[in-house]
């Protein structure tokens, strides 16, 4: 039973241009949200986060969007740099639901291979 | 310093050895974890550490033994593996146990590259 999904496993972007990451997600305790990026041979480094009474959040380039309703959450990268090719990953906690199943848990989207082309 | 160590880098070994795989994070905080990542998955949970006890055990097999000495420092006791189990062994941290507030993220050390024959 996957809870968290990224639909696409990869995204062409040119450099400059918009890069949207997509995510959903089922379990509906879900509260938080977070997306991080990770290189080949490395840990995932932390990039934004969006609780569920947000439905934006805003970072320099990086802005996370929140439906709570369609239960899904997008990535907006603008503009896109080379640097930025890797691997998305999105994540979902239930931070409300204390001694639940979910507590104290991350659970993790597929990931999507982002390539930004020069 | 938002950094969490991980060593060795990579662990080759056989399936009768007893390894042991090492993470260190000094931040203060109060809860470590322990997943693993297979090629082209994310990363799966296997044991949750707060405040240097067990609070959670994903099923994970008992060739597995986690073990919290202390608050900074987390270990991974590898005995009788399957060439299955070889994959990517990511620790992380945070402030708290992930679902308190101000807990906003975990951080993620470079992870340790098993490769069990």
């Known amino acids: 039973d996957q809870q968290v999904k990224q639909n696409s496993p990869s995204l062409s972007v040119q450099e400059g241009r918009i890069s949207i990451l997509n995510c959903d997600y089922t379990?509906?305790?879900?509260?938080?949200f977070l997306w991080y990026k990770k290189y080949p041979a490395e840990g995932p480094t932390f990039l934004i986060s969006?609780?569920?009474?947000?439905d934006k959040n805003e970072d320099g380039r990086f802005t996370v969007f929140l439906n709570k309703s369609a239960k899904h959450l997008s990535l907006h990268i603008v503009p896109s740099q080379p640097g930025d090719s890797a691997v998305y990953f999105c994540?979902?906690?239930?931070?409300?639901?204390?001694?639940?199943?979910?507590?104290?848990?991350?659970?993790f989207g597929q990931g999507t291979i982002l390539t930004v082309h020069p | 310093d938002t950094e969490v160590t991980q060593t060795p880098k990579h662990l080759v070994m056989g399936m009768t050895n007893k390894k042991s795989l090492k993470c260190e994070q000094h931040?203060?905080?109060?809860?470590m974890y322990w997943y693993k990542q297979k090629a082209k998955k994310p990363p799966e949970l296997m044991f949750v550490?707060?405040?240097?006890?067990?609070?959670i055990n994903e099923s994970v097999p008992s060739r597995f033994s986690p073990e919290c000495p202390n608050s900074s420092l987390l270990n991974l006791h590898l005995h009788a593996l399957q060439p299955e189990d070889s994959a990517l062994y990511l620790c992380?941290?945070?402030?708290?146990?992930?679902?308190?507030?101000?807990?906003?993220?975990?951080?993620f050390g470079p992870g340790t590259r098993l490769t069990v024959l």
């Open positions: 992380a941290s945070s402030q708290e146990l992930f679902g308190t507030a101000y807990t906003d993220t975990q951080y």
């Open positions: 379990n509906s305790m879900f509260d938080y």
């Open positions: 969006i609780s569920s009474i947000k």
């Open positions: 994540a979902a906690s239930a931070r409300g639901e204390a001694g639940g199943t979910s507590y104290g848990k991350l659970t």
């Open positions: 931040m203060g905080h109060r809860a």
């Open positions: 550490y707060s405040y240097e006890k067990l609070s």
